[in-house]
């Protein structure tokens, strides 16, 4: 499938839901400041979880598992793996995009997370019309891709942005991704303003 095709999500939405996360941080940092006292420490520590991705390596969705390996200078390296499936009317064709990503975490803050990382995913493609007696995978496409994200963090859950480059070393697009996620493995600690 031509990567041409994907170019769904124009530059202009995506700087309008990255000013919408930014706006929402801004708010939210001067209610704390106003609020005084105790804040809730989302996450000093990186939470597995699982997330619904519109657009992303994954085409037009994917449903993922983000999961930390290790630790890298107290920042996690933290790997994404997911799967996808949609039909192309248009081709007739049956798709089952299969991703993964390792990203680390630039910034880690209450309710903020940055990110960059690096990537891939399979696209296996079978015709609609393939008899029976051949293979079930007729074709597969293969793409490296490039991203950084940030996330907007709530108490269980979370809201990130990504703009992902695109490649099969043939062509290239940019393209992005919006997530919701739902944190797994959870703990939230209240700590005083004043103790930090």
Request: proline residues 3%.
């Amino acid at each position: 499938m031509d990567l041409i095709g994907l170019r769904n999500i124009t530059i202009k939405t995506l700087a309008f839901c990255l000013s919408f996360f930014c706006t929402i941080n801004l708010n939210a940092q001067l209610s704390d400041s106003i609020k005084d006292k105790t804040v809730i420490d989302y996450s000093p520590n990186y939470v597995n979880s699982i997330s619904l991705e519109l657009g992303g390596s994954g085409g037009y969705y994917s449903l993922n598992y983000n999961y930390k390996i290790l630790d890298i200078g107290n920042k996690p390296l933290v790997n994404k793996i997911g799967l996808s499936y949609w039909f192309n009317n248009f081709q007739s064709e049956h798709y089952l995009p299969i991703l993964t990503e390792l990203d680390y975490l630039l910034i880690n803050k209450t309710k903020i997370e940055v990110n960059a990382g690096i990537g891939g995913a399979i696209w296996f493609i079978q015709k609609k019309n393939s008899s029976i007696n051949t293979s079930p995978i007729d074709a597969w496409n293969q793409f490296f891709t490039i991203n950084s994200g940030v996330k907007y963090k709530l108490k269980n859950m979370y809201l990130e942005v990504n703009v992902y480059w695109l490649t099969n070393f043939q062509s290239s697009t940019p393209w992005a991704g919006l997530s919701i996620g739902k944190n797994l493995n959870n703990k939230i600690k209240k700590r005083q303003a004043n103790n930090t």
